[in-house]
């Protein structure tokens, strides 16, 4: 890769830390929950020599600035405007813009929200439609004892369960599973995770956003992907003003499991015109 660069950028009055690699249209990568910037590093590096790759931490994750739920509302709206404002202050212009499970639920958001913004989109493993959520999830929004099972309980050992089962589908270890519990691992990032949880548990809004979704859109769906199966990633894409479905040979976390694949998938719905 050619013109590599990591540097914070204040969107929202929030401190965000963002990845930036190769010259040429750009395309802005989102993670998922728990997750950070990291998880888009081999498709980033492939999608490097032909676009302009951008991959930031999310306000509350990775290695961006952590502020309390009084400060920042975390969710997808809150989520959304920070790229927004991320893309204004790179003065990127209009984006493809790529997001993977929560990360495609931000997308959509600004999608829908921001449509002259966005000129093609990406949906690699949406959970757009409700589903039964995991169980430490369930327990983690009680009240009363949710904040309590997510900020206190949340030990290493059932992180790294929770990754494999519910962002890899069992599948296989997250690479970066230890800078991803670093991250999570403090008072601030434990009160991020769980003021994200709450506020992204209901996807009504989200059903609702995506007939106003105007940009082509691909949606990318793995095919033992318990969260978002391939019959939910159809439905998204026929309900799609302009969507497309592409389903690759793999579970939850087709962008880390084939990077290589999705890259490419990624690259010839970007061609197409």
Not at 21 to 43: F, K, M, N, T
Not at 254 to 272: K, N, Q, V, Y
Request: proline share 7%; glycine share 8%; no cysteine.
């Amino acid at each position: 890769m050619h013109d590599v660069s990591l540097r914070d950028v204040t969107a929202r009055g929030v401190r965000m830390r963002v990845f930036e690699a190769g010259a040429g249209e750009p395309i802005v990568l989102v993670h998922g929950y728990l997750q950070s910037r990291l998880s888009w590093d081999a498709v980033g590096a492939e999608l490097a020599r032909t676009f302009r790759v951008v991959a930031p931490d999310l306000p509350g994750f990775g290695d961006s600035e952590r502020p309390p739920p009084e400060r920042y509302r975390y969710g997808f709206d809150a989520f959304a405007e920070s790229v927004v404002d991320l893309a204004a202050a790179l003065d990127l212009g209009r984006i493809v813009l790529a997001g993977y499970g929560l990360g495609a639920s931000v997308a959509l958001t600004l999608a829908a929200e921001h449509p002259h913004l966005v000129s093609r989109l990406v949906l690699v493993s949406p959970a757009i439609y409700p589903a039964r959520e995991p169980l430490l999830s369930h327990l983690a929004a009680a009240p009363m004892i949710g904040g309590l099972v997510l900020k206190q309980a949340y030990g290493r050992a059932i992180f790294d369960r929770h990754l494999r089962a519910h962002a890899y589908g069992g599948a296989r270890h997250d690479p970066h599973a230890i800078a991803h519990y670093a991250a999570f691992n403090s008072p601030a990032a434990r009160q991020a995770a769980h003021a994200t949880l709450l506020a992204t548990r209901d996807a009504r809004p989200l059903v609702a956003r995506v007939p106003r979704v105007a940009a082509p859109t691909l949606v990318v769906a793995g095919r033992t992907d318990p969260a978002a199966p391939v019959a939910a990633g159809r439905r998204l894409a026929r309900e799609l003003a302009r969507g497309s479905l592409e389903v690759v040979e793999h579970g939850r976390a087709p962008h880390e499991d084939d990077p290589s694949g999705t890259a490419s998938a990624i690259a010839g719905f970007l061609r197409r015109r």
